[in-house]
């Protein structure tokens, strides 16, 4: 049997397809390119955004259309949403609605054998940089977030389980591990037991050569400890937090109910760089949540431009089923125009932020994983502090491996050229 994997939306999402990926090998089926000729075309959706939901039926409908003999599986966050909004149907297509997804197409696909979530399955992708996921779920309900209406309630893998995972990882060659999940900071507390930090340390001591990145964490689930701890990990650790902002206006943020104010943001801000001035910071933030105004955005893009981030995921704010802002997006809803001319401006700030972020490494030495080649022959990477580089030579033995390299200059305003031998 061939099997194609199409993943939409989040990392998390990808890890769980890499995990089905090996889930589906380990019973000997093929893996093909979602562009090739499939028996069973597998979508594992998104519907964080209304975007990501009008994607996820384009690539059912894409699918479908491939083979008029095939199945499509379609799992994931969008199965997950009331049945008046899943407006797809097809007798060749199978939405399997589940919390356990993987399990759930396993089951689908007839292969019993496979059932088990054994420790020594670990994701199976090409990619240098490997994702783990060790946690899923979110009980923080931002009013207008839709992900833990979809997700559940946090479910925290077990410790044991993740150091086996990563250790498979590094002797299989894995240089870096990102660990995500849906709210990573939470990681643990539902158990009171091994917290994310202590986690860290532990993965740390059991492995000597791989990095670890965090995927993303939430400002109100930093601590001092935290912090205290993450440093005196040094280089086994990136020197990169991804912490979602949402707004830069108290107003805002109250309404969002994201549980810290600016200040607090600032605050923390002061602390992460009084102990690395040069970390990268990047972040989330939506414009046009329902009810903004000029003057909040005004605030927002002031404060964006004051903590002077090194890269941003900038959205715009759509309505979510299950969510108190779909309601009042009916009423005080930000006109598109406005929310686009929102996204605008907070793009030419994070452009010019993550410029003079980059540009401030020029002539320094950074450690880069070596990832893709381009058509130019030129080889993409990132730093530990999440810069994009392009190496102009190198040795294919260097795929997948950290290599010491000197900014040399930057290019396009974005891309960073470097040479070996920092
Ligand atoms: S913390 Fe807020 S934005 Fe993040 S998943 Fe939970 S509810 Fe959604």
């Known amino acids: 049997m061939k099997v194609a994997i199409k993943t939409l939306g989040c990392k998390v999402n990808q890890c769980e397809s890499d995990y089905l990926a090996a889930l589906l090998k380990k019973e000997n089926v093929a893996l093909v390119d979602f562009d090739q000729e499939a028996d069973c075309y597998i979508i594992n959706s998104c519907a964080v955004t209304a975007m990501s939901e009008k994607k996820t039926r384009q690539w059912v409908s894409r699918a479908l259309r491939k083979n008029q003999y095939s199945h ?5 966050c969008y199965t ?36 088990s979530e054994s420790s020594t399955i670990i994701p199976e992708t090409k990619r240098a940089r490997v ?63 091994t917290h994310l930090i202590q986690l860290l340390e532990k993965l ?5 050569v791989v990095r670890f990145r965090l995927s993303s964490i939430e400002p109100f689930l930093i601590d001092s400890e935290f912090l205290k701890r993450y440093f005196t990990l040094g280089h086994r650790v990136c020197p990169h937090f991804h912490i979602p902002l949402q707004s830069g206006c108290d107003q805002v943020l109250e309404r969002m109910g994201r549980g810290y104010t600016t200040d607090m943001y600032h ?68 006109p598109h125009f406005i929310k686009k001319e929102r ?28 990832e893709t080649q381009d058509n130019n022959r030129k ?11 392009k190496i102009e030579s190198i040795s294919p033995a260097d795929y997948g491996h950290i290599i010491p390299v000197r900014i040399e200059e930057e ?12």
């Open 204 to 208: 740390v001591k059991k492995t000597s």
């Open 131 to 193: 994702w783990l996921k060790i946690e899923d779920g979110c009980d923080h309900f931002c009013r207008y977030c839709v992900v833990p209406h979809l997700r559940g309630s946090v479910r925290s893998e077990d410790p044991n389980r993740v150091i086996r995972q990563a250790t498979l990882l590094e002797n299989r060659g894995t240089q870096e591990i990102v660990l995500c999940g849906i709210n990573l900071g939470m990681y643990g507390k539902e158990t009171g037991k």
């Open 267 to 334: 605050q923390l801000m002061t602390t992460i760089r009084q102990y690395d001035q040069r970390i990268a910071i990047s972040t989330d933030i939506i414009v046009g949540f329902p009810g903004e105004t000029d003057a909040n955005f005004a605030d927002t893009a002031q404060f964006f431009q004051d903590i002077g981030f090194s890269r941003a995921h900038i959205f715009i704010f759509s309505p979510r089923p299950f969510t108190p802002a779909s309601q009042w997006e009916k009423s005080q809803g930000v």
């Open 80 to 115: 997950r949403l009331p049945r008046q909004h899943i407006r797809l149907s097809h007798p060749r297509l199978h939405i399997i609605d589940a919390m356990d997804k993987n399990q759930a197409v396993l089951r689908q696909l007839r292969l019993a054998k496979a059932h």
């Open 343 to 370: 996204e605008r401006i907070l793009t030419e700030i994070i452009h010019q932020s993550q410029l003079k972020y980059y540009r401030s490494f020029i002539g320094k030495s950074l450690s880069v994983l070596v």
């Open 72 to 76: 499509v599986f379609l799992i994931g």
């Open 411 to 422: 290019h396009n305003n974005i891309i960073i050229f470097i040479r070996l031998g920092a």
């Open 379 to 389: 080889v993409t990477g990132y730093s530990e502090n999440y810069i994009p580089v």
